[in-house]
């Protein structure tokens, strides 16, 4: 009996939390009274791609060395994932104020690229944009295409 | 219509209710579903084995996220962790799997596994909060109250010598429950898209093929140009995907193949064209649409070893 409870009161449950999501989903409207953290699962569930841009974007990570040369730094290492993937993860959208942590990321990178043998006195992140091309993901990456827009940047103390 | 004529249509609907949520009937499917699934996550989490230092540990650039609804003395748990520590934890996720999938002790392996995804989701995984991660977790909760494990399983073959033997009628409601939130979300997803600004016209793919997710194929596609067959192609993807969740639950004149088949084409589509082949998983996954007796009856005229009698021997 008391599991046949459970099961119903389970199932009760579920198809609430969904409608709430689908409420959400299709008419921005949330359900009075029920916290967004029991939701949120349940819309991301049923969440597509929302929009589209015109320009491809990627964070870019540049070391500068005592001659002020800057040189762009390989993600991969730090992290490990697609393109897609990296573009997503890498905007830490889980917090609001992001400067801290892009902060930290420059720092964590400045050590590791010296422990292996560069001498970078600072390692900056930069959002980098361009216009999609229809030929390539970087076929409109140029000089004169590409704005920045730093993010954060760590000098060598 | 008086008050009992009310009493006794309510009656029917809860009896009604109650049997399609949670009647017992055969463990084949859920034998099937336990094997793609746990067979699907073992492969997507081994898959990251060697980068693990770097994403979820001391060692990489790693920031975790607390819930709110965490209790302040419990926020140790989602602290970083050292490497060595993780290499146990993540062994511990990979074994659960893997015993899932041979069904070995099916609902604590569904059930460890499920609770080493939700922590694998706040150290690291919340930055990619993609739908499928939530699918998967919302699955392994569904094995770990099933009876996913009576058949085609470890636990047959220890019982009785031969794992397509079984001997209990299992209960209807995780697959139920599948099929629901499978269900859901095609709905969600698609009607969505018939009134999102962005999907009002064929820019949406062409942009989106050009993007970050593009694969080679995508950008072999876009070379040839701009054409106005964009737009008939997000009209189809739209028409398909609003299709689709109804389409699922109607047995008659093939619909329900129909359209499998139509959600098939679009996945190994959006595979082949932008790098998101995590909702495959899906496909196996439309067994849950097939009643347990239609599945069982269909093994057992075509391969009658694998569908054999309920009985001990």
């Known amino acids: ?157 | 219509m008086n008050l009992s004529s009310i009493q006794r249509r309510l009656k029917e609907f809860a009896v009604d209710w109650d049997h399609w949520w949670t009647r017992d009937t055969y463990p084949h499917i859920m034998g099937i579903v336990r094997i793609a699934l746990g067979g699907w996550l073992l492969f997507y989490w081994a898959i990251r084995l060697p980068n693990i230092n770097a994403i979820y540990t001391t060692a990489g650039i790693v920031f975790p996220k607390i819930p709110k609804f965490m209790p302040e003395q419990f926020e140790w748990i989602l602290q970083v962790p050292e490497p060595n520590v993780f290499l146990v934890v993540f062994g511990i996720h990979l074994i659960a799997l893997l015993t899932l999938t041979i069904g070995y002790y099916t609902r604590t392996s569904a059930l460890i596994a499920c609770l080493i995804s939700w922590y694998l989701y706040y150290i690291g995984q919340h930055h990619f909060h993609t739908s499928y991660d939530r699918l998967y977790m919302f699955s392994l909760l569904f094995l770990a109250l099933s009876n996913a494990g009576a058949v085609y399983s470890y636990e047959a073959w220890e019982k009785f010598g031969n794992i397509f033997k079984w001997d209990k009628m299992v209960s209807i409601f995780p697959q139920r429950l599948l099929a629901f939130q499978i269900t859901m979300t095609y709905l969600g997803v698609g009607f969505q898209k018939l009134w999102l600004p962005g999907w009002q016209g064929g820019e949406m793919l062409w942009y989106s093929l050009l993007g970050v997710w593009g694969t080679p194929l995508a950008f072999k596609i876009t070379s040839y140009g701009w054409s106005p067959l964009y737009h008939v192609a997000v009209n189809v993807i739209i028409m398909f995907e609003v299709f689709i969740p109804f389409a699922f639950w109607i047995r008659i004149h093939k619909i329900r193949w129909f359209g499998m088949a139509s959600a098939v084409v679009f996945h190994v589509s959006v595979h082949a064209l932008l790098y998101i082949w995590w909702f495959a998983v899906l496909i196996p996954a439309y067994i849950v649409f097939f009643t347990p007796e239609e599945v069982y009856n269909f093994i057992k005229r075509h391969k009658p070893q694998f569908a054999l009698d309920q009985g001990k021997s």
């Open chain 1, 1 to 157: 009996m008391l599991i046949r409870i459970f099961r119903q009161a389970f199932i009760l449950a579920y198809i609430f939390l969904t409608i709430c999501a689908l409420s959400y989903t299709l008419g921005r409207k949330q359900i009075p009274k029920v916290d967004w953290a029991y939701v949120t699962h349940f819309y991301a569930m049923m969440a597509p791609f929302q929009n589209y841009t015109k320009n491809n974007a990627e964070l870019m990570i540049y070391g500068q060395d005592a001659s002020r040369k800057w040189t762009k730094i390989d993600y991969k290492p730090y992290f490990p994932f697609s393109r897609g993937e990296y573009a997503i993860r890498i905007r830490l959208t889980s917090f609001r104020d992001k400067k801290p942590y892009y902060t930290e990321i420059a720092r964590r990178i400045l050590i590791a690229e010296n422990a292996n043998g560069k001498a970078y006195t600072s390692v900056r992140l930069q959002w980098e944009k361009w216009p999609k091309s229809q030929y390539d993901f970087y076929g409109n990456y140029t000089s004169n295409q590409v704005t920045n827009n730093v993010m954060a940047e760590y000098f060598a103390k």
